[in-house]
């Protein structure tokens, strides 16, 4: 079992940055893809970007290039995902996941590859 716990949410007014955290623990492995999800209530979660314990490629999402930048820190076993010029659209509810590697595209990019899951963090952006 991996247990991920994300932190870092909150309010930010539009162009302004949040930098989220996520610390995962228990059977980590270096061989596992982390990724980061959002929701709105409603609506489906979508894919936000994606990175390696092994390093390499990392994947965004369309909507999130050039604005957000996931990075990790092996001694930590925490993924961060640094979040700049943020939107009201990014307002959501983030997630952490991790599945087993590779990285690759499009498995990384599905939300049911992932098997383990964070409690999410809410991330409000206002106008």
């Known amino acids: 079992q991996v247990q991920l716990v994300e932190s870092g949410g909150g309010l930010a007014q539009a162009g302004g940055s949040l930098r989220l955290s996520c610390a995962a623990s228990?059977?980590?492995?270096?061989?596992?893809?982390m990724g980061w999800f959002r929701q709105v209530p409603g609506k489906v979660r979508e894919f936000v970007a994606a990175c390696w314990w092994r390093g390499g490629t990392t994947y965004y999402a369309d909507s999130v290039k050039g604005r957000f930048t996931i990075s990790r820190d092996n001694a930590k076993n925490t993924v961060y995902l640094q979040m700049n010029s943020l939107r009201p659209e990014d307002t959501a509810v983030y997630y952490c996941?991790?599945?087993?590697?590779?990285?690759?595209?499009?498995?990384?990019?599905?939300?049911?590859?992932?098997?383990?899951w964070g409690q999410g963090t809410q991330v409000t952006v206002s106008s």
């Open positions: 996941a991790a599945k087993p590697g590779p990285i690759s595209n499009p498995a990384t990019l599905r939300d049911y590859e992932y098997y383990y």
């Open positions: 228990g059977r980590t492995s270096s061989s596992y893809v």
